[in-house]
């Protein structure tokens, strides 16, 4: 079983667990069976796109898998049985086989801002990301920045210890994460704290 965001922007990203929050779509491939979930407040756009993805991962299988819709509030059948399992998280060891990279989905976000749509926070991240992505950082220090990222948001009024930031930065570079996906949790983090949604200024 793999479990995917899906994202304003077409971008699709692979997860450990699921939180049903009620603007998300989500879509788990149990592999006989596509799971795509709605949340009772998510966009049409995310719904479209989650239907298109889940139709692009058919056309690679040579058996065809059964793509289920499963809107919030009204889950039925084996979808209820593996819920649980969805909140508390898959062993990631487990899914690491079939692990999927992220990819930033720049040109649809370009096409997008250039239609006139107000750009939202999927989409600054994701030029955040392709940004940070082509100054080519290397893999190590992009690890430094993430953990450095994340222990001041832990610590909040108190700077990290240099024997913190290297514990974590060891801890980030055993986690199998891609390239794009620490230009990805770096541009977030980095965004979330100046607009103040995770720590005051």
Known sequence: MILYSVYENGAMRKISKVDFSNTKVYLIDDFKIIYLWYGSNSSKRKRDFSKKRANSLNNKRKTTAKIQIINQDKEFGAFLAIMDLLKKGLDEDASLEKREELELEIEDTLELIESGLEMDLEAELTLAAHKL?????????????????????????????????????????????????????????????????????
Request: aromatic residues 4%; contains cysteine.
């Open 133 to 201: 992505s082509n100054e080519k950082v290397s893999y190590e220090d992009l690890s430094r920045r993430l953990a450095e990222l994340q222990l001041t948001l832990l610590k909040v009024n108190k700077e990290p210890s240099e024997k913190e930031i290297n514990k974590k930065t060891k801890e980030i570079l055993k986690s199998s994460s891609t390239y794009e996906e620490l230009c990805w949790l770096v541009s977030e983090l980095e965004i979330l704290i100046e607009k103040k949604h995770l720590v005051e200024k």
